[in-house]
């Protein structure tokens, strides 16, 4: 009884910024819960992103995307961001939030609840 619902995906050009957003609702926030990020490109398998635990005191980042994406969450509006800068052509992807009870599910990709996904394209 949980849904996510994302927003904030489009076209930037390479070298640009976005910032997309995943907004949690239903019976239950998704306080004490982590939050994640995932991408799928065409043809690809869904890759780890972003994760953060409930606290927000602990944070994971992939190799390719550390020093370039935050992630941060707002308890207030129980929604969790993901700010992308400094974008590259193989940025282009679907991109997931996702949240679980379990920091480790989102590091391992393997978290219970998914947003619908969005679109982010990166042109050369």
């Known amino acids: 009884q949980v849904q996510l619902v994302m927003s904030g995906g489009g076209l930037v050009q390479a070298g640009g910024s976005l910032r997309i957003s995943c907004a949690a609702s239903?019976?239950?926030?998704?306080?004490?819960?982590?939050m994640g990020w995932f991408r799928q490109a065409p043809v690809t398998e869904r890759d780890f992103v972003a994760a953060?635990?409930?606290?927000?005191?602990?944070?994971d980042y992939a190799g390719s995307v550390k020093g370039r994406f935050t992630i941060s969450r707002d308890y207030t509006k129980n929604t969790v961001y993901l700010q992308m800068n400094s974008l590259q052509p193989e940025d282009t992807a679907v991109y997931y939030c996702?949240?679980?009870?379990?920091?480790?599910?989102?590091?391992?990709?393997?978290?219970?609840?998914w947003g619908q996904g969005t679109q982010v394209t990166v042109s050369s």
């Open positions: 996702a949240t679980d009870a379990a920091y480790s599910s989102l590091v391992s990709g393997r978290p219970h609840y």
């Open positions: 239903g019976r239950r926030t998704f306080s004490n819960f982590a």
């Open positions: 953060i635990n409930w606290s927000g005191g602990s944070t």
